[in-house]
């Protein structure tokens, strides 16, 4: 038991929790055991977020490239939700002047911009049933990812949300 929680302290005490205005260079894949919707190498081809809204059609497949943000609480806990904004939207939250306690909420843009540039992702499974469990083991806020799924019901321009059965988290 000490042993377990003893790998679990690690694992948690090396996992970065933000990182700020710090860029890194490379790609790493998620967790080895990670669910099946976790994608061990970058699909490529992603289209931004606002080339996905202008373009794709309720049940397109497509990729789109995001960060994990937009609200306070981006990721539902407990849920297989949560919500993308597109990488080209500045995010004046992360500059050095500003020292925004949480980065990924986007509080300095625009309202109407936030809309316009996010997604919502409901992780599924293959058969389309939504994925039992929490992604907060995967996924964390600001994280940069890369999105496969279908697009669902669009009821209007504004909306964007995507089935996802897999995703790669960009390192």
């Not at 302290?9 to 933000?18: D, H, K, Q």
């Not at 931004?48 to 990729?63: F, H, P, R, V, W």
Request: proline letters at 8%.
């Amino acid at each position: 038991m000490k042993a377990t929680t003893a790998a679990i302290a690690l694992a948690c005490l090396s996992t970065p929790l933000l990182t700020g205005c710090e860029q890194s260079s490379g790609t790493a894949p998620l967790a080895s055991a990670a669910p099946d919707w976790v994608l061990t190498s970058d699909p490529g081809d992603a289209l931004s977020i606002t080339d996905a809204k202008a373009n794709a059609s309720e049940g397109d497949t497509i990729t789109i490239r995001g960060i994990i943000g937009g609200t306070a609480a981006p990721i539902t806990a407990g849920s297989p939700v949560f919500r993308v904004i597109d990488t080209g939207l500045y995010n004046k939250c992360t500059s050095e002047d500003d020292h925004c306690a949480t980065p990924w909420d986007y509080c300095c843009a625009d309202p109407d911009d936030i809309v316009e540039n996010s997604a919502t992702v409901q992780l599924v499974a293959t058969d389309g049933t939504p994925f039992a469990g929490d992604p907060t083991a995967q996924l964390s806020p600001m994280d940069e990812i890369v999105i496969v799924g279908n697009v669902g019901p669009r009821p209007n321009a504004e909306v964007l949300t995507i089935r996802a059965t897999g995703v790669y988290r960009i390192e």
